[in-house]
Nanobody
Framework: VQLQASGGGLVQAGGSLRLSCAAS????????VGWFRQAPGKEREYVAA????????DYADSVKGRFTISRDNAKNTVYLQMNSLKPEDTAVYYC???????????????????WGKGTLVTVSS
């Protein structure tokens, strides 16, 4: 499965962006999907994850209440709606697919089978 993240860009603080993670195969619907981000000079950070059916979602405390993860399996796509953006949200955002929701809750990177290339989000103050 190939993943392609898109939707990044430059936005002012307080603004919104919606990221998309599109998959090349319909088997994508069998995977939980997570979003991660990495800011310059910092380690990769977990952002959010959604179960294969979309019925369960999890968020990092830093984005809870501002970001919403969702998926449309008919379109083989997972979305990350980002509202009330802050300069500290500036990073390259990556999506990953894993066999279960648990690999994201436990940050079990060995269980994250597929990664997409990132999309850059820049939030200006």
């Amino acid at each position: 499965v190939q993943l392609q993240a898109s939707g990044g860009g430059l936005v002012q603080a307080g603004g919104s962006l919606r990221l998309s993670c599109a998959a090349s195969e319909s088997s994508f619907s069998n995977y939980a999907v997570g979003w991660f981000r990495q800011a310059p000079g910092k380690e990769r950070e977990y952002v959010a994850a959604v179960s294969w059916g979309g019925g369960s979602a999890d968020y990092a405390d830093s984005v809870k209440g501002r970001f919403t993860i969702s998926r449309d399996n008919a379109k083989n796509t997972v979305y990350l709606q980002m509202n009330s953006l802050k300069p500290e949200d500036t990073a390259v955002y990556y999506c990953a697919a894993g066999s279960t929701m648990g690999v994201f809750l436990k940050l079990d990177y060995s269980g994250m089978d597929y990664w997409g290339k990132g999309t850059l989000v820049t939030v200006s103050s």
